[in-house]
């Protein structure tokens, strides 16, 4: 069980929009900032969203992040085939002085 | 161009150990903290260790604590993981990744990954 909740699955069709939620505590996405990573099949995680709401150098402004209280939101929009692939967001715990991730949300592009 | 490998990987049985490795080039290592991920088959990620710039704070997960052990090497550039007391539900691919400091998760480089695998 993940300390942080995500939705395991999402769909939505070419060109559309999609928000995908990640629940926490007040010891984790409250007081910290929130991470959130694509991860293709068989590849490694990539960084998408940090500190909430900043966009890595190359990632398009079609990713955008946002954070209330203990919850963050990944969004996607004018989705691609290409964003097929399992989305997690992250952050630290300061009460468990560990680092979390949510279970993972798996997008399918449709 | 940031590179971040690991290696020592392998096929082990229940209770032996392992020692993996992440080398480092291309940034200044000494000033990143560096984590491992790990990620069981078909599983999500799962966040095991964390070590500070210098070596002096080390965290754990309560799944891994006191059986593995972070540490780094500065003069060389590398990162290691001790994992003692291997379970079978250690089976992952084990990453390592970059973050600014202890307390952030946002790991802008990761390694490609080195299989674990604990098995009778």
């Known amino acids: 069980q993940s300390v942080l909740t995500q939705p395991p699955s999402m769909s939505a069709a070419p060109g559309q929009k999609v928000t995908i939620s990640c629940s926490g505590s007040s010891s984790n996405i409250a007081n910290n900032f929130v991470s959130w990573y694509q991860q293709l099949p068989g590849t490694a995680p990539k960084l998408l969203i940090y500190?909430?709401?900043k966009r890595p150098s190359g990632i398009p402004d079609r990713f955008s992040g946002s954070k209330s209280g203990t919850s963050a939101t990944l969004g996607i929009t004018g989705l691609q085939t290409g964003d097929e692939a399992d989305y997690y967001c992250g952050t630290w715990d300061t009460s468990l002085s560990a680092g979390v991730f949510g279970g993972g949300t798996k997008l399918t592009v449709l | 161009q940031v590179q971040l490998v690991e290696s020592g990987g392998n096929v082990v049985q229940p209770g032996r150990s392992l020692r993996l490795s992440c080398a480092a080039s291309?940034?200044?290592?000494?000033?990143?903290?560096f984590h491992w991920v790990r990620q069981a088959p078909g599983k999500g990620l799962e966040w095991v260790a964390v070590?500070?710039?210098?070596?002096?704070?080390?965290y754990y997960a309560d799944s891994v604590k006191g059986r593995f052990t972070i540490s780094r090497d500065n003069s060389k550039n590398t990162l290691s993981l001790q994992v003692n007391s291997l379970r079978v539900e250690d089976t992952a691919v084990y990453y390592c990744?970059?973050?600014?400091?202890?307390?952030?998760?946002?790991?802008?480089?990761w390694g490609q990954g080195t299989l674990v695998t604990v098995s009778s």
């Open positions: 990744a970059r973050a600014f400091v202890v307390g952030a998760t946002n790991f802008d480089y």
């Open positions: 291309g940034f200044s290592f000494n000033d990143y903290a």
């Open positions: 500190d909430n709401n």
């Open positions: 070590i500070s710039y210098d070596g002096s704070d080390k």
